[in-house]
């Protein structure tokens, strides 16, 4: 799979976000979508306070204040809860650490993945990054349409709620490319 296609599909649609925020489902979040599950996890992190090194307890400070503020704001309005922030380097690497291991957990859900034309792989990638590989399973339809290589269907069932309809045509458009 083209994880440089995929990083860029996924920057342009989930953001890239430099300071802990809670995403919509109420995660700690950092990043291009890289939940943070707690606040040993944070301190682990590559933070910075101004251009110097963070210190595992600002981070662990940090988590805990935006774990504790209301979810379903704007990530925005996280910013003022934290001093930290995560530098483009720093992103670039959790993000290519998280493709690498959800692709291993896509290829481990999905028996036939390797099989699948590589716009294919990039649509469900999208997908399962955007709702978890649970949410990806709640499209039977559309997993039988892959499995059967029936792009037309695939394209036609990967409609979610919830999001902008610019991601969705861009995903059917994905699918409608493993045909060609």
């Known amino acids: 799979m083209d994880v440089t296609a995929v990083a860029a599909r996924l920057r342009k649609f989930e953001g890239s ?14 990043g291009v979508g890289h939940a943070i599950p707690s606040k ?18 600002q981070a662990q400070a940090d988590f805990q204040a935006v774990a504790a503020a209301a979810k379903g704001l704007v990530a925005s309005a996280y910013a003022g809860l934290t001093q930290c922030r ?19 957990q896509l290829a481990a859900a999905l028996p036939r993945w390797n ?20 949410g990806l399973k709640k499209f039977p339809r559309l ?12 394209a036609a069932q990967c409609h979610r709620q919830g999001i902008g309809e610019p991601r969705n045509q861009e995903t059917a458009a994905l699918f409608r490319q493993a045909g060609s």
């Open 17 to 30: 976000i430099p300071h802990m925020y809670r995403c919509t489902g109420g995660e700690v979040t950092i």
């Open 40 to 57: 040993d996890h944070a301190a682990g992190l590559d933070w910075e306070i101004q251009g110097v090194a963070a210190t595992p307890p």
């Open 115 to 134: 099989s699948y034309p590589e716009p294919a792989q990039q649509a469900l990638f999208d997908m399962a990054f955007n709702l978890g590989l649970g």
């Open 86 to 104: 995560m530098g483009d380097d720093a992103i670039r690497s959790v993000l290519g650490a998280d493709l690498q291991a959800f692709e291993a």
């Open 143 to 154: 997993l039988a349409a892959v499995d059967a290589g029936d792009w037309t269907t695939a």
